[in-house]
């Protein structure tokens, strides 16, 4: 039978956490935000609290003050039912962001703490995300409760299903606006803007200029992904020195963690559609290097002029991926 859905584990992770995350996905089938039986943040009271506790005890005390209610000697599920699913995965990245900035000293306690908590915000999201197997919220739309709900494949934004979800227990229709719902068939791979087709039905230019640089925004995304896991030394895994240090000195700027999905996402789109592409990246590291174009030339085995066209190219970028001194 396939799974509805899969909570990640970061690589890393605490063994005993990661044991009860596999067994809360083992229970969290009927469980939902929307069910009155099978409350999730009941599930996570049950299951998730006693393992966030037995962590926190192998820590020592500093620790307590970057995980939401354990500082206070409150429950981790009773700050969601306070704030809610989605302000805690919010709350929850701030407080590790503020980790990693502060005491963060990435020894292999940093590295195993920063991972198990990532991992306990991969959870809360996708709790934030579930729907129950038997979903009634919404009936008569095409929803198809089973299906991928996240972020559209092309970008950082919510599908449109999950876009749709985020609000529906809010939605308050009338009989007509239902039969107009019912016509509704909502992506659970793209959002609004990078749907196939148009509301007109005619083909969306925007898809199908992302769909072609798919593979780069994946390549992107997940050298994005790999650095900001690990600030402290290149990461990107590019295969180029000047490439893997190009994404160093960028995250060096930045607070980004990688629970901040949808900015990296973003991020990692904005790349492909400016054409940032390695070549550039090379360039403006030697740049930052504080190397002239001749110099530059010569180090990449290249043109003068085809550098000098590169560098006005590369003023024209988003300021976010200029390198900084």
Known sequence: MKKEQTITIWKGCDPG??????????????????????PIVRLIHEVIDPAVATYMKTLPARYSDFVAGVGTGTDFSEIIRLVGLDAMVRLQRQMLRRFVLTIDTQDSRDRRFVATIE??????WDCACKLPKKSSVAKGVNL?????????????????????????????????EMEDRKKLQLSHQYCAGHRPLLENGERNPAYRQAKRASAQFELELGRLNRQCANRGTPQAASGDRLVDSYFFRFFLAQTLQPADKAELRNQARLMVDTKLSDRKKQILMLQWHGLNQSEIARDLGL????????????????KLFQLKD
């Not at 991992?119 to 809360?124: A, C, I, K, R, Y």
Request: proline fraction near 3%.
């Open 303 to 318: 043109r003068r002029q085809t550098v000098s066209k590169a560098l006005k190219s590369v003023a024209s970028l988003p």
């Open 119 to 124: 991992s306990l915000t991969e959870l809360v």
């Open 17 to 38: 956490f990661a044991k009860a995350i596999a067994v809360f996905e083992t229970l969290w089938g009927p469980y939902s935000t929307t069910s009155r039986r099978y």
């Open 144 to 176: 198809n409760a089973q299906r991928k709900y996240r972020f559209c494949e092309l970008c950082g934004e919510l599908t449109e299903l999950a876009a749709f979800m985020a609000t529906a227990s809010d939605l308050h229709v009338n009989d007509a």
